[in-house]
């Protein structure tokens, strides 16, 4: 069982920037696709981004390409989301997942561990 705690979260103004970071427990950490989403309140748990295992792969969703960046360092069993000019719309409970999928992946189904969330807000 892999256990992922996620850390960053907070209130920021629109336009502002935050960082989030994910530390799953295991030692086997370049061998997990790793994913964040977010869950905004009354709408359903949504796809933001994905890094492949080795960080050489990432992929967006349209509604934040260009404003976030996954990266991830292997060194230290880190993965990341970097979140610039942020919106109103950002806000929410920002999740950080694992996959044991061979390639970069999106629907939420593929990914076998989750955190418990970071609470994201944005002010307008």
């Known amino acids: 069982q892999v256990q992922l705690v996620e850390s960053g979260g907070g209130l920021v103004q629109a336009g502002g920037s935050l960082r989030l970071s994910c530390a799953p427990s295991?030692?086997?950490?370049?061998?997990?696709?790793m994913g964040w989403f977010r869950q905004a309140p009354g709408k359903e748990r949504e796809f933001l981004a994905a890094i492949s295992r080795l960080g050489g792969t990432t992929y967006y969703a349209d509604s934040v390409k260009g404003r976030f960046t996954i990266f991830r360092d292997n060194a230290t069993n880190t993965v990341y989301l970097q979140m610039n000019s942020l919106k109103s719309e950002d806000t929410g409970v920002y999740y950080c997942?694992?996959?044991?999928?061979?390639?970069?992946?999106?629907?939420?189904?593929?990914?076998?561990?989750w955190g418990q969330g970071t609470q994201v807000t944005v002010s307008s």
């Open positions: 295991t030692s086997t950490f370049s061998s997990y696709v």
């Open positions: 997942a694992a996959s044991r999928s061979m390639r970069v992946t999106t629907p939420s189904s593929a990914y076998d561990y």
